[in-house]
């Protein structure tokens, strides 16, 4: 069965930093493309960054490029999102999503809650 697993959320101060994991199992990882989503509540959930299935290529929100690193290990079936000098406005859950394009196959984790406060 397949399985997309966050963790490494938590509460941090503003200007702070966290990484986020998503593991996967039951798919062939490489595959697929691997993006973070956030969502608060009340709101819609965005796209925050995303990684082509080889790593070769990525793309980021204008809100956190510069701030926010995507990566995966292939060899350990994961994708990571590195978070550095961390917003309020970064509050949410975020989710991890494997997505194999040409067949528009697509998977979601459960999620994992970023709070930035003081």
């Known amino acids: 069965q397949v399985q997309l697993v966050e963790s490494g959320g938590g509460l941090v101060q503003p200007g702070g930093s966290l990484k986020l994991s998503c593991g996967a199992s039951?798919?062939?990882?490489?595959?697929?493309?691997m993006s973070w989503y956030r969502q608060v509540s009340g709101k819609e959930r965005e796209l925050v960054a995303t990684i082509s299935n080889s790593g070769g290529t990525t793309n980021y929100a204008d809100s956190v490029k510069g701030r926010f690193t995507i990566s995966r290990d292939n060899a350990k079936n994961t994708a990571y999102l590195q978070m550095n000098s961390l917003k309020p406005e970064d509050t949410a859950v975020y989710y991890c999503k494997a997505d194999w394009r040409v067949w528009r196959r697509y998977y979601w984790g459960q999620g994992t809650q970023v709070t930035v406060s003081s």
């Open positions: 039951g798919i062939t990882f490489n595959n697929y493309a």
